[in-house]
């Protein structure tokens, strides 16, 4: 069965109905969902969403309840996987960073996408392309969700 993984960027565009990329990303998770993928969740991501969510700038920022609400109705449940990653592969990603020219925050992307591989995703939907160039080298493929 084929699985992806949604980043950040992808899972707050699903959530914010204001969202420039809202009816994008929507789209295109909803597809692969009707299509049998399985959605897989990173962990980082699920956190990383909560604070974004609750640091937007006004009118947009959700309270923190509403935050925890929303990324629970749509990112848990029994048909969601959720992957978390240890301590030596954190390791790893940073001792690896320099080499993939990983730098800044990019790091964090790093970690959804080591995520996705642990996982055996087949794709992670992202509006960050640029940020994960170094994936061409992996078996996980970058996917902006199409206009």
């Keep these: 069965m084929a699985s992806f993984l949604l980043d950040t960027s992808c899972m707050i565009s699903v ?3 204001w969202h420039e990329h809202h009816e994008r990303a ?3 998770m909803e597809r692969r969902l009707s299509a049998g993928e399985r959605l897989v969740v990173a962990a980082p991501a699920l956190v990383e969403a909560y604070a974004v969510l609750t640091r937007l700038p006004s ?6 309840a509403d ?3 929303l990324l629970e109705a749509n ?7 959720m992957v978390a990653l240890g301590w030596e592969t954190y390791r790893h990603l940073v001792r690896g960073a320099p080499a993939r020219g990983i ?7 790093a970690v959804i996408a080591a995520c996705g591989l642990a996982a055996g995703v087949d794709a992670l939907l992202t509006f960050n392309e640029r940020h994960l160039r170094w ?6 493929k970058v996917v902006v969700p199409p206009p």
Excluded: N
Aim: charged share 25%.
């Design 15 to 17: 959530v914010c109905a």
């Design 26 to 28: 929507t789209r295109e």
């Design 59 to 64: 009118p947009h920022r959700l309270s923190p």
């Design 67 to 69: 935050s925890a609400l």
């Design 75 to 81: 990112f848990t449940g029994d048909s969601i996987e």
């Design 103 to 109: 730098a800044g925050g990019s790091i964090y992307d």
């Design 135 to 140: 994936l061409a080298e992996q078996k996980l």
